[in-house]
């Protein structure tokens, strides 16, 4: 059984950094593309940022609104991928959710996600 665990996620105040994890399992973790996206209250889910598997050049996406703050990495011996998030503002509050995606590609629908971890930046 796939499972997507993520970590990491609390409040912290405006300006400050947090770091994700997503613990990835029954998956060969290096094949896949991987990314997160998240949902604020009232709001629709939106992509954050993906990686694509090592296979197809381990490039990364941006949404418009994280670029220069929100950095993609992994560790492939951990099968874990990392989000952090640099300069948070208080529209950065949100569901974050890791995502697995069904090629080495991002751009697709991902067809696994994890359970979500909250998010909340404060002024």
């Known amino acids: 059984q796939v499972q997507l665990v993520e970590s990491g996620g609390g409040p912290v105040q405006a300006g400050g950094s947090l770091r994700l994890s997503c613990v990835v399992s029954?998956?060969?973790?290096?094949?896949?593309?991987m990314g997160w996206f998240r949902q604020a209250p009232g709001k629709e889910r939106e992509f954050v940022i993906g990686?694509?598997?090592?296979?197809?050049?381990?490039?990364?996406s941006y949404a418009d609104s994280v670029k220069g703050r929100f950095t993609i990495s992994r560790d492939i011996a951990k099968n874990t991928v990392y989000l952090q998030m640099n300069g948070l503002k208080p529209e950065d509050t949100a569901v974050y959710y890791c995502?697995?995606?069904?090629?080495?590609?991002?751009?697709?629908?991902?067809?696994?996600w994890g359970q979500g971890t909250q998010v909340t930046v404060s002024t």
């Open positions: 995502v697995s995606y069904p090629s080495g590609r991002v751009g697709s629908v991902p067809d696994l």
């Open positions: 029954g998956r060969t973790f290096s094949n896949y593309a």
């Open positions: 990686i694509r598997s090592i296979w197809t050049g381990g490039m990364t």
